[in-house]
């Protein structure tokens, strides 16, 4: 099973500034296969980057998606008050299995 | 509108079963997986498993192999996941979720089902 890694566990910023989330995997997976969601409390998720990189519908721009290999990053380029959440990253490999991170939580500081 | 809508809060006693229901509408329910996903209080996100509503062919996680089973109705564009043998820690927000495959994501969530396990 891949064992995914995300860091930090939580970021305090101000609203304005840029954030920069890691997920990091155990063993390689398919850019293919690498997607991030958004939790707010009490909501379930949303989806914001699958395949690594691509928005899904009706995601802001500020929100983009880099990686390949073990490595991949979420970036918000201008937080904005309703971006304070959780994010998850989640891979799809092989068996097929599904497995999530375990979150970075995006506080205000 | 696409939406997916599941049933109501649960609350069983350990050993008991639980079957929770997710309706679609707004598309072609057998167009699109069905994966289930919990989240324990104050937890992170644990996936279950998948059921194809087209074939009716399932992919549990191991973890949950021989203790959970996901069917679908077509006629009325329902999935269901039924947990068997439950215990305390399975007390759980359970959400399903549906995704074209697997490299698209789940791109449309349930409400979310609580289910409460207690004596």
């Known amino acids: 099973e891949i064992v995914l890694t995300q860091s930090p566990g939580t970021l305090s910023l101000s609203p304005g500034e840029r954030a920069t989330l890691s997920c990091r995997a155990s063993q390689s997976v398919s850019s293919s296969f690498l997607a991030w969601y958004q939790q707010k409390p009490g909501q379930a998720p949303r989806l914001l980057i699958y395949?690594?990189?691509s928005r899904a519908t009706g995601i802001p721009d500020r929100f983009s998606g880099s990686g390949s290999g073990t490595d991949f990053t979420l970036t918000i380029s201008r937080l904005e008050p309703e971006d304070f959440a959780v994010y998850y990253c989640?891979?799809?490999?092989?068996?097929?299995?599904?497995?999530f991170g375990p979150g970075t939580k995006v506080d205000i500081k | 509108q696409v939406q997916l809508v599941q049933s109501g809060a649960e609350v069983k006693k350990p050993g008991a079963s639980v079957k929770v229901s997710c309706k679609a509408s707004?598309?072609?329910?057998?167009?699109?997986?069905i994966y289930w996903v919990r989240q324990a209080p104050g937890q992170g996100l644990e996936w279950m498993g998948w059921i194809n509503p087209n074939s009716g062919g399932t992919n549990y996680a191991q973890k949950f192999q021989g203790w959970v089973t996901m069917t679908r109705d077509t006629s009325i564009s329902t999935a269901y996941m039924e947990l068997s043998r439950l215990r305390s820690d399975d007390t759980a927000v359970y959400y399903c979720?549906?995704?074209?495959?697997?490299?698209?994501?789940?791109?449309?969530w349930g409400q979310g089902t609580t289910v409460t396990v207690s004596s």
């Open positions: 979720a549906r995704s074209y495959s697997g490299n698209y994501g789940m791109d449309v």
């Open positions: 707004g598309y072609t329910f057998t167009g699109y997986y």
């Open positions: 989640q891979q799809y490999g092989s068996s097929p299995q599904v497995t």
């Open positions: 395949g690594a990189s």
